[in-house]
């Protein structure tokens, strides 16, 4: 089974602070993917990799970045934190490098972020 | 541009009900469709997929047809339990993009 972890599950920090959250993935897929979840809007997508190095932004890239220098880790930045910023966090990969019609994504189980 | 609406919730239903859940899509020429899942506590995990009109992906007792005439990919069980108590969503994938687009979400709460 593919299995996508986050290095936390809950983090508290505070306005101005620079925080990251890490993703890893074990299943050698191409593509990653970071989204924020927030009640009634669903998940909206931050930055996604197709591959080591390479990044592009989502819907939602402001006052975030992102690095991936190893395949299998994906990290998202908030260069300083911010408390709109409050959010669940949700890493997500997928196989291919290229889209798939049946190209399902695969999700950690997600950091909920607290900026005080 | 492409976007998913969903119906919105909270859904109340009890033990043995029968389920819909609507989800309808706006997109580029013909795209993937999927309904992830969501448990207390976890990540979205995949329920179903649809890759072409008329495909109906199933699992777990869930159902959905691809129905391209109406643009809609509506969640259906026909006798929901305790444990099937979580958030749904709806997502489209565009042929030859990356990323998925979700709708809102439904948060689904069975009592018995």
């Known amino acids: 089974d593919v299995k996508v972890t986050q290095s936390s599950r809950y983090l508290v920090k505070r306005t101005g602070e620079k925080v990251f959250l890490e993703c890893v993935q074990d299943?050698?897929?191409?593509?990653m993917f970071w989204y924020r979840q927030d009640p009634g809007l669903g998940l909206r997508l931050i930055y996604f990799?197709?591959?080591?190095?390479?990044?592009e932004k989502g819907d939602i890239p402001e006052g975030y970045s992102v690095s991936r220098e190893k395949k299998e880790r994906f990290s998202l930045i908030l260069e300083s934190a911010s408390t709109n910023q409050t959010s669940m966090y949700l890493c997500?990969?997928?196989?291919?490098?290229?889209?798939?019609?049946?190209?399902?994504?695969?999700f950690g189980p997600g950091t909920r972020l607290t900026v005080l | 541009g492409d976007s998913v609406t969903q119906m919105e919730g909270p859904v109340t239903l009890s033990e043995e009900a029968f389920l819909t859940i609507n989800c309808t899509y706006t997109a580029t020429g013909y795209p993937s469709l999927f309904w992830y899942v969501q448990y207390p506590g976890e990540g979205l995990q995949l329920l179903l997929k649809?890759?072409?009109?008329?495909d109906k992906g199933s699992n777990k007792g869930f159902e959905a047809t691809y129905r391209k005439e109406t643009t809609s990919f509506h969640l259906e069980k026909g006798s929901v339990q305790v444990s099937d108590s979580a958030v749904y969503f709806c997502?489209?994938?565009?042929?030859?993009?990356?990323?998925?687009?979700f709708g809102q979400g439904t948060r689904l709460t069975i009592n018995p």
């Open positions: 990799s197709y591959d080591v190095k390479m990044k």
């Open positions: 649809a890759t072409k009109a008329d």
């Open positions: 997502a489209l994938l565009v042929k030859g993009a990356q990323k998925l687009v």
């Open positions: 997500a990969s997928s196989r291919f490098g290229t889209a798939k019609p049946n190209n399902e994504q695969f």
């Open positions: 299943m050698d897929h191409e593509n």
